[in-house]
């Protein structure tokens, strides 16, 4: 049964606690990570918070790109930053035209697809600026590297650890919205 919050389309306290924490993960996880370059949790994480919370998984990332800002903003703030703020939604948008999926593999390939696409994503902020697509494709060819390694590890993480934090998510949470009950036994 949906709970009245939903029904009125209000967030619960629950939901507020949750997915600020969801937003603050995606933050830590990323600055304890930072030590190995374009290898995060953030692909990964943010589907999970679609998964459970469709839109309102933007809650989350708002909170990430805000800390992000706060904390590593500086002088250059508004290129890398702003790139954020259409980036990671642009995640959410894409999980929730796959969110009744419960494929790992299907999870995965998205993901990695989204690390792949990252870097030409983040430096269409810079051409907006520039104006010049040598510049734009400059910054691609010299990032390739960095968007490959993203890709990778977004598709190694998201299909070892998909499933395994879908149901721990849905042990404290519930069922994901429109879905069977996952169980122990899938490993894929």
Not at 35 to 45: Q, R, Y
Not at 93 to 112: E, G, H, L, T
Not at 143 to 152: E, N, Q, S, T
Request: hydrophobic residues 55%.
């Amino acid at each position: 049964m949906r709970s009245p919050s939903r029904q009125a389309g209000k967030l619960s306290a629950r939901e507020i606690c949750v997915l600020a924490l969801m937003g603050a993960l995606i933050f830590a996880e990323k600055a304890a990570l930072s030590g190995i370059p374009n290898v995060n949790l953030n692909a990964l994480l943010i589907i999970l918070t679609t998964v459970f919370f469709g839109w309102r998984a933007l809650y989350s990332v708002l909170i990430y790109v805000m800390l992000e800002g706060l904390v590593y903003g500086g002088n250059s703030i508004f290129l890398w930053w702003f790139s954020y703020l259409y980036i990671w939604p642009l995640l959410v948008a894409v999980c929730m035209a796959f969110r009744k999926n419960d494929s790992a593999v299907v999870w995965a390939v998205i993901a990695a697809v989204y690390g792949l696409a990252f870097g030409p994503l983040m430096y269409l902020t810079y051409f907006a600026v520039n104006g010049a697509w040598k510049g734009f494709f400059a910054m691609w060819v010299s990032g390739i590297l960095f968007d490959v390694a993203h890709c990778v590890s977004n598709f190694v993480f998201t299909l070892a650890l998909y499933k395994p934090l879908c149901r721990v998510m849905e042990k404290f949470l519930g069922r994901p919205p429109g879905r069977e009950r996952i169980s122990a036994e899938e490993n894929t």
